[in-house]
């Protein structure tokens, strides 16, 4: 694993761990954080050994509280450009790795927090998380992809109170599930333990169909039913040329644990 300033990296088994390590500023994202964050998925990321990457913050109060107020502060135009097309590159990578991604959401996720954790394909969220995006109480606007994300996962009137009156509407771990921001909440004290539960169920499924049900809910959200259809059926039969199903299928007719591999 490389050494890092801002961030932990922790691979155990098919897990790797990704914690934002700046607990003393509520883990708000800087150009370091961003820099470290992209290295990490780049470099310590191994599709053969790690099945699922779960992102956390440091400490009990935040998972990300936003971006770092005070490395914006003297930010020109062409420097908020490169910032805000930093995060969406993260959250980009994040959105399209072949594993699964989960946020491990504890206390804050506020603008750039909020952003990460919907990047990811689960958020897992502690009763004490607490949604949101108030950069319009600086005198911004969301840059890490909020203005287009959140409305596809709160739809258009929730993403808008969120969006337009910031810090007027936080969203609990409880609504966020209700809402269908986070896929899961629990008591915080039992975040680990459903977090456990995800990566083992995941180690059980089929890398390759993992992958190709990933990449075809993203595209759906960009297609017609007919086109989203006919790509279905036609994932489902390349499917049927790899080993990993044959595996699977004679492993539960056998009545066993299948043994998936990469082809």
Avoid: W
């Amino acid at each position: 694993m490389s050494q890092y300033t801002t961030i932990k990296v922790t691979s155990k088994g098919p897990r790797l761990t990704i914690t934002i390590n700046r607990p003393d500023a509520m883990n708000a994202l800087n150009e370091t954080v961003l820099d470290e964050l992209e290295e990490a998925l780049l470099e310590d990321f191994d599709a053969d050994e790690h099945r699922v990457i779960v992102f956390e913050g440091a400490g009990e109060k935040a998972f990300v509280a936003g971006a770092d107020i005070s490395a914006m502060k003297d930010m020109k135009p062409d420097d908020a450009h490169d910032f805000a097309s930093l995060g969406q590159s993260i959250t980009s990578i994040i959105e399209t790795l072949p594993v699964v991604t989960v946020a491990k959401v504890r206390g804050f996720a506020l603008g750039g927090g909020c952003e990460l954790a919907m990047a990811c394909d689960l958020v897992v969220a502690g009763k004490s998380a607490k949604f949101g995006q108030p950069e319009v109480n600086l005198g911004i606007i969301a840059g890490f992809g909020g203005t287009q994300r959140l409305v596809k996962r709160v739809g258009l009137h929730v993403a808008l109170d969120m969006l337009l009156t910031g810090r007027g509407r936080m969203i609990s771990g409880d609504e966020a599930f209700q809402l269908g921001l986070a896929s899961r909440v629990v008591e915080d004290d039992k975040l680990d333990a459903e977090i456990d539960k995800i990566v083992d169920a995941i180690t059980k499924t089929g890398p390759q169909a993992v992958a190709e049900t990933k990449r075809l809910v993203r595209d759906a959200q960009n297609m017609s039913l007919d086109a989203g259809l006919s790509a279905e059926a036609s994932a489902f039969a390349l499917c049927f040329s790899r080993e990993e199903s044959k595996e699977g299928i004679e492993a539960f007719l056998a009545k066993r644990t299948p043994n998936f591999l990469q082809d």
